[in-house]
């Protein structure tokens, strides 16, 4: 068999940003938790929440390396393997993707060593507003990032000179009519998969009976986050959904597996096996009109069918359609947990329930395996277009020879699965040790040479003993 250069291309793009945008989906929403965690602790002074913070900093550490490790790459690649796009679009993506670095990056770098080893050399309230600014810094680099991706899914604000893509409105770039869906749809898919791993770990915690009040604070907090996150994130898939039927028709008729021009009361397909070749689908079960009924608010509402197009400008539909189900069965399942949660608080068993526990396990990587299904919807959905309806995939791959695109692909396959097993291994490790000892880490605080918190608690220790 032939090797292609341009397939080849494309399955390693697939592949390096399959794997970097793991680590965003974490970091982001543990950031977020780190800060409400220190916050909660230098409000109450309730030492599990500064356990909590003082445990998760360090898986928070480890994927944020591994994140930013693997998203270097991605910005080469668009030279190496897509250098026609580059030439293209540059003026409009180059300063999005700029601005994310100067805005975001610098950002998160300038105040990450005084979040993860400034506990005892600044003082709190500083040491809280460089835990906010790495959070805050998580969600401006969602930001820049997501609106380079949405301007390429619905592009506006350009105009078109010898060729090449210039900006007409920065205002019509950064706002386009996708944005918005996308931003939020992302930012709290990234909290569910760190409501999950935190969830999911306190609840193997509470499974091998260890770590009690650790365990059950973060399962708490985690099982509240999930009972507003989940629900809130099917209603703004909703909304998502909509735009995209308005804007990439074709995307939709992929996900529902429509094949007629156009279909009035189209039904939902709970399964089906997409044949591509002959326009058609098999073994389907269905649910008459709900397809219409959610995308059009009306159960006869006409729905546009990949037929409307010419094959060669559809997506690869059996990935688009799978994808679309396993994000909504996932979605479904973390909303089914989070009210079974509910339930079980109200009868005072959430923390000894062991089906629960182990549901709640089993579902620590649920979050991670719904955003890259959704990631495949969003970007194999848009296929074959690289800038929707405007630039094909196909006709800005760089002429490589195969043999060379073959051997990076190797290459980053055993790296990348060598990374992988190396950040299983420390996570792992690190979850089996436990949060540092409650004992341990009291005495570490008000250590009488400890400058920063220690020093602060030991001052505040002496103000005690002198007005009582």
Not at 83 to 89: A, D, K, M, N
Not at 142 to 171: H, K, L
Request: contains cysteine; neutral net charge.
């Amino acid at each position: 068999m032939e090797l292609d250069a341009a397939i080849l291309s494309r399955i390693q793009f697939a592949f390096t940003v399959s794997f970097h945008i793991i680590f965003p989906a974490i970091t982001i929403g543990l950031a977020t938790a780190i800060a409400i965690w220190e916050g909660l602790w230098l409000k109450t002074r309730n030492p599990v929440y500064f356990q909590l913070a003082k445990f998760w900093i360090k898986p928070f550490a480890i994927t944020f390396g591994m994140g930013v490790v693997s998203g270097i790459v991605l910005s080469y690649e668009f030279g190496t393997n897509f250098s026609r796009f580059s030439e293209l679009v540059g003026p409009v993506l180059g300063p999005l993707l700029a601005y994310e670095v100067l805005t975001a990056f610098f950002l998160e770098a300038g105040f990450l060593g005084v979040m993860l080893f400034g506990w005892q050399r600044v003082g709190e309230k500083l040491h809280y507003f460089a835990t906010c600014v790495v959070a805050v810094g998580t969600w401006i680099s969602s930001f820049w990032i997501i609106v380079a991706n949405s301007w390429m899914q619905t592009p506006a604000g350009y105009e078109i000179v010898d060729g090449r893509f210039e900006v007409a409105s920065w205002m019509e770039v950064i706002f386009n009519p996708s944005m918005p869906y996308r931003l939020v749809h992302m930012l709290l898919a990234a909290m569910l998969t760190a409501t999950f791993v935190i969830g999911g770990v306190s609840a193997w915690y509470l499974r091998k009976n260890r770590d009690l009040a650790f365990a059950r604070k973060g399962l708490s907090m985690a099982l509240w986050a999930a009972l507003v996150l989940a629900p809130l994130q099917a209603v703004v898939g909703d909304f998502h959904g909509l735009n995209v039927k308005e804007h990439q028709p074709v995307k939709v008729a992929a996900m529902e597996g429509i094949w007629p021009e156009t279909e009035a009361g189209a039904p939902l397909l709970l399964f089906a096996v997409p044949d591509m070749e002959n326009e058609t689908n098999h073994f389907e079960i269905r649910i008459p009109k709900l397809a219409s009924l959610i995308l059009t608010h009306e159960p006869d509402g006409e729905l546009q069918g990949l037929k409307s197009v010419p094959a060669d400008e559809r997506p690869y539909v059996p990935l688009v359609f799978y994808s679309f189900r396993v994000m909504v069965g996932l979605g479904v399942l973390m909303i089914g947990a989070a009210l079974w949660g509910l339930w079980l608080r109200r009868r005072g068993s959430r923390f000894e329930s062991k089906p629960f526990l182990l549901l709640m396990t089993l579902l620590i990587p649920s979050g991670v395996i719904s955003t890259l299904a959704g990631w495949y919807v969003a970007e194999v959905g848009r296929q074959p277009w690289l800038v929707h309806g405007l630039v094909r995939t196909m006709e800005v791959v760089t002429p490589l020879p195969a043999e060379r695109v073959l051997f990076s692909l190797t290459l980053f396959v055993l790296t990348y699965s060598l990374l992988l097993c190396v950040y299983l291994y420390f996570m792992a490790k690190l979850i089996r040790k436990g949060p540092p000892d409650m004992t341990r880490l009291e005495q570490h605080m008000i250590g009488v040479n400890a400058p920063g918190f220690a020093l602060a608690w030991v001052k505040k220790l002496q103000r005690d003993v002198v007005e009582n």
